[in-house]
């Protein structure tokens, strides 16, 4: 009885899509460019940070099967070390990407020595309470860098056509950012080590058994995971040019969870459409009503017991019982009688 | 030094009455309930506010804030726990997590953001060896001694706690022997959820209350917890206290990295067994396990 593991059903694990890559990618500019027909721009600049944020931590959740409560973290270091080098280095937005990156890379090398050797409960508690430590220091353990709760503003040199300033520049940056994470991620999760990190969700002491090192892939999938969040939080940085403590508060990690939730754990379309979604709803919803988080609260809930599987999980479902349904079909023209298999 | 010491009790007893229900729903359910959060909060407030009706009395407020709060605690455990009991363990964070978040906004809701301060219900000062120290505050630790003996005496001598206990080693074997285990952890929880708001009202004299108060205690008690062992009782006895000495101390150095200090204890209590292994091989001899 202990600890059985009820897991939403997962998406087939299809051979490396050389082509078909690329064609979601398409249908994400797509989607993408529909979008700003009918939203601001800058609506949608932040909502392809937020995508890069969630697709990261769906690799984590997702495919490792890792909750996480302190992604937020990664987010927040990436964040203040690309809006540090802009201010102290030099005001090129490449320059303080990388940075971010670099810094998100040192940060999750470290603590995922620690964190990843834990699973479950403790794995959440333990993220939870590194985040914890991450806005602390944001907030007062280093002012002298961070400014405390004054935030950290930083300004980006136009680097030839590219100028932050300009809405349909930044929107143009952080999709071509978005689909590049996408494809890595696609590219990642199809190879044999997305495999074995789809298996360790599984079951990880099978995993052991067939000879993997599991601590081994554990650590490079938190590593990954959260250097990209570092990305989204570089990104984030060069379009608001402002950082602030609440960016690695760690009650926002909700945000990122709900994302997940919402358009369905475990496959990358899920996290895109999930955290437009969530974002379309903060934003309209947020200014317009006082009890937000009582809301948010009780949307979580209804998706825990009702809406596991997600807008995706739930799509692919009823695409299945058709194609089922088209088969049974088929059969009996056949003369023959199917039986579904449970 | 005295002050620093008695601090680091007073706060060791906060924690170590706040975290018993937790180390129960760990140990028992294998569930982190983020809930138990929302409970000790919305328990504190509702103590607030009963405290002008019961003539400034603080014990009879905090016997109806205790009261008040055990349906709510019954019907968190009934309602959500319950019916994620035994699938992913990630389901059962994030329910309990909403449901500390609707705590929070509807605190926020009735009584607002501003902190709100208790004044100490005894208030008389002592003097040892030169300095003045709360009577209050040495009431608060020995209440939390006499607490864990009295929890020791229910949990060997009483029935329920003897169930409890058994469940903690083996649920199974506990079903098994026909008893319906669901229903002593229901009850174990509730008890948990009361400690948790006595914690949280004992406490209230010593800080002010906001509402976010249970997000910053759960992260302290969850610490705990890790420290303790999940589900050891005595453990957490200890580590309450070990951990309340670590943020007197710290405190009494650098303010504001009291908290901090914690989770760096908490981490180097989860990488002890590597820590080990590589001072073992150091020293020449073979790393086990």
Request: glycine share 8%; proline share 3%.
């Amino acid at each position: 009885m202990h600890n059985i593991a009820v897991h939403q059903q997962s998406f087939p694990v299809q051979p490396a899509q050389r082509f078909l890559v690329f064609r979601d990618m398409a249908i994400i500019a797509a989607a993408f460019l529909a979008l700003s027909l009918f939203t601001p721009l800058y609506w949608l600049t932040d909502f392809a940070v937020m995508c890069i944020l969630v697709l990261s931590f769906d690799l984590l959740y997702g495919y490792m099967g890792h909750l996480s409560f302190g992604h937020m973290l990664y987010f927040g270091a990436g964040a203040y070390m690309a809006s540090l080098a802009l201010l102290h280095l030099a005001p090129n937005p490449f320059l303080a990407i990388l940075a971010g990156l670099v810094c998100g890379a040192a940060l999750s090398a470290v603590v995922g020595f620690v964190v990843v050797r834990t699973s479950g409960a403790a794995f959440a508690l333990v993220n939870l309470a590194f985040n914890q430590i991450g806005y602390w220091l944001a907030l007062s353990g280093l002012q002298d860098y961070t400014h405390g709760e004054d935030g950290l503003p930083s300004s980006v040199e136009a680097l030839w056509f590219l100028d932050f300033r300009q809405a349909p520049v930044a929107f143009g940056f952080m999709l071509v950012c978005l689909l590049l994470v996408f494809w890595l991620l696609k590219t990642l999760t199809a190879s044999p080590y997305g495999i074995v990190v789809r298996s360790i969700k599984e079951n990880e002491d099978r995993v052991k058994f067939l000879g993997y090192n599991t601590f081994r892939y554990k650590w490079l999938t938190f590593v990954i995971s959260s250097t990209l969040a570092a990305f989204a939080g570089s990104l984030y940085a060069l379009v608001k040019g402002f950082v602030a403590p609440s960016d690695v508060n760690p009650l926002e990690n909700t945000r990122i969870i709900f994302s997940v939730l919402i358009g369905g754990a475990g496959n990358l379309y899920g996290a895109l459409v999930g955290s437009v979604a969530f974002e379309m709803i903060s934003n309209l919803l947020a200014t317009t009503i006082a009890r937000w988080e009582m809301i948010l609260g009780l949307m979580l809930l209804a998706l825990v017991f009702w809406f596991r599987r997600g807008i995706t999980g739930y799509a692919y479902q009823l695409y299945l019982d058709r194609s089922y349904e088209r088969l049974v079909k088929f059969a009996q023209g056949m003369g023959l009688s199917l039986r579904r298999q449970k | 030094m005295i002050d620093t010491i008695l601090y680091g009790l007073t706060i060791g007893a906060i924690l170590y009455i706040f975290s018993i229900g937790l180390s129960i729903t760990f140990g028992t359910m294998q569930i982190v309930n983020f809930a138990h959060g929302m409970v000790y909060s919305l328990g504190v407030y509702l103590f607030i506010s009963f405290l002008p009706w019961t003539l400034r009395i603080f014990p009879l407020a905090m016997a109806l804030a205790i009261a008040a709060m055990l349906p709510v605690a019954y019907l968190i455990e009934r309602f959500i726990i319950r019916r994620l009991y035994g699938e992913s363990l990630d389901y059962a964070i994030i329910a309990t997590y909403a449901v500390l978040l609707i705590g929070a906004d509807l605190i926020k809701y009735i009584w607002g953001t501003a902190p709100q301060p208790v004044s100490d219900p005894i208030g008389v000062p002592l003097v040892v060896l030169g300095v003045v120290i709360q009577l209050y505050r040495v009431v608060v630790f020995l209440s939390a001694v006499v607490l864990f003996f009295a929890l020791r005496i229910f949990f060997t001598r009483h029935v329920i706690g003897k169930i409890v206990v058994a469940a903690l080693e083996d649920r199974d074997g506990v079903r098994a022997l026909g008893l319906d285990v669901n229903k002593y952890f229901s009850i174990a929880f509730v008890i948990g959820s009361g400690l948790a708001v006595l914690g949280g009202v004992l406490y209230a004299p010593i800080t002010t209350s906001e509402p976010y108060m249970g997000f910053h205690i759960l992260l302290l008690a969850f610490a705990v917890v890790i420290v303790g062992g999940m589900g050891n009782l005595t453990g957490t006895f200890i580590s309450a206290f070990v951990l309340g000495m670590v943020i007197a101390i710290t405190g009494r150095v650098y303010s504001s990295a009291a908290d901090t200090m914690v989770f760096v204890v908490m981490a180097l209590v989860l990488l002890k067994n590597p820590i080990f292994s590589f001072v073992r091989r150091l020293r020449g001899r073979p790393a086990h396990g």
